[in-house]
């Protein structure tokens, strides 16, 4: 089991590199969940992401005949903006793999990032892909592999975030939730915890489309998960990692596991943007999004890590999509127009309502005489009209079928 000293030495290695983030009061979730929400900014982190302490961390303490030799890493984009941020610093020379699901934004900052010290690799599917090939290299070169999250040196270096709420607070919080990809941040807070204020509860949360902490915790060690949704990048793993598992299973304080889907994931980072200013990405956002789901109770300090900022613009058209159909706002339809003059007329003046509006309107087929249908997406003014709208589509002698977010006809319109 790692000791807390290991956290508390990296906290001090990385005292004149890292950023001290701020610890900012939510008054939204504040006042939605009866207790002070503060959200810990790792997004304004030097490379947007706390992912740097780790990496740091461990390059760092190389000695001169391993690091001389390079460093190679497989990243889905933030643990690679840490190593090269690090390697551009230390001098030392890096070979970074990022599977093609890496937003560009993510990819075109690792390479401002590393400068000349950094050469980047686009390859894989998965972080898995990209990970195998990093391990093949570091075996055919000599280079070093600086892991994303199995590493002692990453797990204190990722830890050094709970000692600075505590620090920021001035005593442990009541709650404090974690996001989950591989685990390194979470063992590491973890760590420190247990030997400092042992009786904090934890939640952790990862994405529900990534699970591997919960499939680790169901079979009692780490697992491969069978499938594997990327949507939130910076937390998709298919199997958390050993060391920080074990870390994670020997805490002796409160630990709950939640996991949010993705719809539930984009109308938070609509809300944080919105709201509170804050660009977070989809990781970024998992924390807080979990918030929506929790039981009142008498805490009185809940502090979320928001853990990334590394958004690429261009995913926001998709993720306002998302949102607006998780938050039922938005929905689709199959109708059947009979092939007639006015069938799309009385379709609008007797099945919509005034302030309902068509966003998608596509002929699905045309070749029957009888009926047309085509694929229609309506965005209502409020997730309360649906049933106004359902019993419209009931009564009207056109008929329409709802395409719900469980139909396999659903992931060719997101």
């Excluded at 990243?75 to 690679?80: K, L, Q, T, W």
């Excluded at 199997?239 to 805490?251: C, N, W």
């Excluded at 607006?324 to 127009?337: P, T």
Aim: proline share 7%; glycine share 10%; charged share 20%.
């Amino acid at each position: 089991m790692m000791e807390a000293g290991a956290v508390d030495r990296a906290y001090e290695a990385l005292g004149t590199v890292v950023t001290k983030t701020p610890l900012d009061f939510c008054l939204r979730h504040s006042t939605a969940v009866g207790a002070r929400v503060w959200l810990k900014r790792e997004d304004v982190q030097v490379v947007r992401s706390y992912k740097l302490r780790g990496a740091y961390n461990l390059i760092s303490s190389l000695p001169r005949q391993t690091s001389e030799k390079g460093v190679v890493c497989a990243s889905a984009g933030n643990h690679a903006q840490g190593v090269a941020y690090a390697c551009a610093r230390l001098g030392v020379a890096g070979r970074i793999y990022v599977p093609r699901t890496t937003p560009r934004q993510k990819r075109d900052r690792i390479s401002t990032l590393g400068g000349s010290w950094v050469e980047l690799l686009v390859a894989g599917d998965t972080y898995e892909d990209s990970a195998d090939l990093a391990a093949d290299d570091a075996t055919r070169t000599g280079r070093f592999q600086v892991p994303a999250f199995d590493h002692p040196a990453i797990i204190a270096g990722q830890g050094t975030v709970m000692r600075e709420i505590v620090e920021q607070l001035e005593h442990p919080p009541d709650l404090v939730v974690i996001p989950v990809g591989g685990g390194g941040l979470l063992a590491g807070c973890l760590a420190w915890l247990a030997e400092h204020h042992p009786d904090t509860p934890v939640l952790a949360v990862e994405p529900a489309g990534a699970a591997s902490l919960t499939a680790a915790m169901t079979a009692g060690h780490p697992v491969p998960l069978s499938s594997l949704d990327t949507f939130v990048d910076g937390a998709s793993v298919r199997q958390v990692g050993a060391l920080p598992m074990e870390i994670i299973a020997g805490y002796p304080g409160p630990l709950q596991v939640r996991t949010v889907e993705v719809g539930v994931i984009c109308e938070e980072m609509i809300e944080l943007f919105q709201t509170e200013g804050i660009i977070a990405e989809p990781a970024g956002a998992l924390t807080s999004a979990a918030l929506r789901d929790l039981v009142p109770g008498d805490r009185r300090d809940i502090v979320c890590v928001v853990s990334g900022g590394n958004q690429d613009i261009s995913r926001y058209a998709e993720v306002a999509e998302r949102a607006l159909v998780s938050g039922g706002i938005k929905h689709y339809f199959i109708v059947e127009f009979p092939q007639e003059p006015g069938a799309l007329r009385r379709f609008l003046d007797g099945v919509l309502g005034p302030d309902d509006d068509i966003t998608l309107f596509e002929y699905v087929k045309r070749t029957n005489r009888e009926v047309g249908p085509a694929l229609v997406g309506v965005e209502l003014s409020s997730p309360k009209e649906l049933p106004r709208l359902l019993a419209s589509m009931a009564e009207s002698p056109i008929h329409a079928e709802k395409v719900d977010p469980d139909n396999p006809v659903f992931r060719y319109l997101i």
